[in-house]
């Protein structure tokens, strides 16, 4: 079994800063794609930002600039800054990772358990 928690999120007034973080712990052998996404009231779950095993990342045109995701394989700990914070990233906010188990030959997804983050005007 594989368990995703995360933690930092927040109130924060706009301009303002905060860091993601989301470790995963139990049988894993190895973590490949990393992923945060988030989901505003009312609206469907996005893709902010994500990351390959190899380190490389991909940002939604919204974020671009502003957060950084990055990767402790050593911790199996997965990042996100988030700079210049605004009210429209107000939202839940979830990490994802696709993992390869000890007990298995397949990845698979697990999701945390999601933390919110709202940045007040």
């Known amino acids: 079994q594989v368990q995703l928690v995360e933690s930092g999120g927040g109130l924060v007034q706009a301009g303002g800063s905060l860091r993601l973080s989301c470790a995963a712990s139990?049988?894993?052998?190895?973590?490949?794609?990393m992923g945060w996404y988030r989901q505003a009231p009312g609206k469907r779950r996005e893709l902010v930002a994500s990351?390959?095993?190899?380190?490389?990342?991909n940002y939604a045109d919204s974020v671009k600039g502003r957060f950084t995701m990055s990767r402790d394989n050593a911790k199996n700990t997965v990042y996100l800054q988030m700079n210049s914070l605004k009210p429209e990233d107000t939202a839940v906010y979830y990490c994802?990772?696709?993992?390869?188990?000890?007990?298995?030959?397949?990845?698979?997804?697990?999701w945390g358990q999601g933390t919110q983050v709202t940045v007040s005007s």
């Open positions: 139990g049988s894993i052998f190895r973590i490949n794609a």
């Open positions: 994802n990772m696709v993992v390869v188990p000890t007990t298995a030959i397949d990845q698979y997804d697990y």
């Open positions: 990351i390959t095993s190899g380190g490389s990342t």
